[in-house]
Each structure stands twice: as structure tokens, then as C-alpha cells.
């Protein structure tokens, strides 16, 4: 199984599922979370009975940082991937997916953004053949 840490807002919750098996009752309940950055993406991760009581807490619209174990398998043919929770790392703090950890609350000053070169404060060259001539090689 792979292990990885999903970071986003809580979309939904979906309902939850119970039932029972050779080994007793089981719970289970969807999450949907999903990314902040310049794609959001939406990803269903699952939250079984043991981990279900740590999510009480949260509600749709929070932010969290989860570590999850990615695993597929075959029934029929055809493949599922199942994104099991194992883990809350963080909570309303956690970046979401694609943000900066940058916190404007540490008095550290983000870099500047890159400005063009232009001598003596002038309009930047843009005589093409005289491009070719400021080419440092």
C-alpha cells in the first residue's frame, strides 16, 4: 500500500454505511475534500469506524491534512481504488492542496517578483537587431 498525505476543504459528507461480516459490525463513511490550488480536484476518501470519531469535530468547508493509504483491487475484471484514512495530521490549519505554507503571520517577507532589466529606468529594447547585439555571447 502506498502512504500520502491529502491536504483540501471538506466538501461532503456522505452517509454512512454499516454492516456486518464474519469479524462483527463495521462502519464506514465517505469524504469528500478538495484541492485549493489552480486545479481543484475532488477526491472520496474513506473514513472507517475506528477513524469516524475524529471527524465529529470537523464540518463541510473546514480545511485538513490527512494521511491516507492508496490500494486497488481486482473483482471481475475491473479495478477500485479504495483511499482509506489512517491518519488526521492536521485540522483548519493544514494548506490546501497547491497552496504555499507561507504564513503571512511569520513577518517574513515573500520575494519579490521578477521586474525586467532596463537600463537607466528606459522602455525595454524592442529593435530585434538590436536584441541580437545585447546577447552576452
Known amino acids: 500500500m502506498a502512504s500520502v498525505e491529502v491536504s483540501g476543504r ?7 454505511v454499516e454492516g456486518e461480516s464474519a469479524r462483527g459490525t463495521w462502519a464506514k463513511q465517505e469524504v469528500i475534500i478538495e484541492s485549493q490550488g489552480q486545479v481543484p480536484k475532488k477526491l472520496a476518501v ?24 492508496l490500494e486497488s483491487r481486482e ?10 484514512v489512517w491518519r488526521v495530521i492536521d485540522g483548519n490549519n493544514a494548506p490546501a492542496g497547491g ?3 507561507y504564513n503571512q503571520d511569520d513577518n517574513v517577507t515573500p520575494p519579490p517578483a521578477y521586474k525586467k532589466y532596463t537600463p537607466d529606468n ?6 530585434a537587431q538590436d536584441m541580437d547585439d545585447d546577447l552576452p555571447f
Open 10 to 16: 471538506i466538501v461532503k459528507f456522505m452517509p454512512k
Open 46 to 69: 474513506t473514513i472507517w469506524q475506528d477513524k469516524m470519531q475524529e471527524f465529529e469535530k470537523y464540518r463541510e468547508g473546514d480545511v485538513i491534512k490527512l494521511g491516507v493509504n
Open 75 to 84: 473483482y471481475n475484471g475491473k479495478w477500485y481504488t479504495d483511499i482509506r
Open 99 to 101: 497552496e504555499s505554507e
Open 122 to 127: 528606459s522602455q525595454p529594447n524592442t529593435n
